[in-house]
């Protein structure tokens, strides 16, 4: 059980790390940091790709049965949507900070949010408590509204970065 804990704690870390990553790639976009996206490009990559290869996921069968309570999907594409969702969150991430892949992970990131965010609507309108619990054991207890809440403003977010390399030649701000 303690192994079980601490690959929770370790998979948290690395959730933060991630959202650390959306974060800075996101400002530097917003104001035009690109000095900073330049920097970025220089760090060892590699070696992160390593160590979080070395992670095993925290609890890929909790998150299949989290995925299957929204009774859209069938059982085994729960099961490999959990498996395969977080690597593509992490390959995302990644692209933010890539100039050459920056327009391509914003995409699939807005797409991801989209889908879940018309998915907990339908589960509620189909009278199901779900919770993502994607913050841990604090969102379990936040309302539909606040999960909301959050959804919108995380696609409001990214729809402004997308806009925000759209407000000149796209081709030329992705290379």
Not at 59 to 83: M, Q, R, S
Request: aromatic share 12%; hydrophobic share 55%; charged share 15%.
């Amino acid at each position: 059980m303690a192994q079980i804990e601490k690959v929770k704690f370790v998979w948290r870390i690395v959730d933060f790390v991630v959202a650390g990553l959306f974060i800075v790639a996101g400002l530097t976009k917003i104001f035009d940091l690109d000095h900073v996206i330049a920097d970025l490009r220089h760090l060892r990559l590699g070696d992160l790709l390593i160590d979080l290869q070395s992670i095993r996921f925290a609890d890929p069968a909790a998150f299949a049965n989290d995925i299957d309570n929204y009774k859209i999907l069938p059982w085994t594409i729960g099961v490999a949507l959990a498996f395969y969702l977080p690597w593509l969150e992490i390959f995302c991430g990644i692209a933010l900070i890539v100039r050459r892949l920056y327009l391509g992970g914003l995409s699939i990131l807005t797409a991801l949010v989209c889908v879940f965010t018309v998915a907990t609507i339908a589960a509620k309108v189909r009278g199901l408590d779900i919770t993502c619990g994607c913050f841990g054991h604090a969102s379990k207890n936040w309302s539909f509204s606040g999960h909301m809440a959050l959804d919108l403003a995380i696609l409001a977010a990214l729809l402004a970065l997308y806009f925000k390399v759209g407000s000149g030649n796209r081709l030329q701000n992705a290379v």
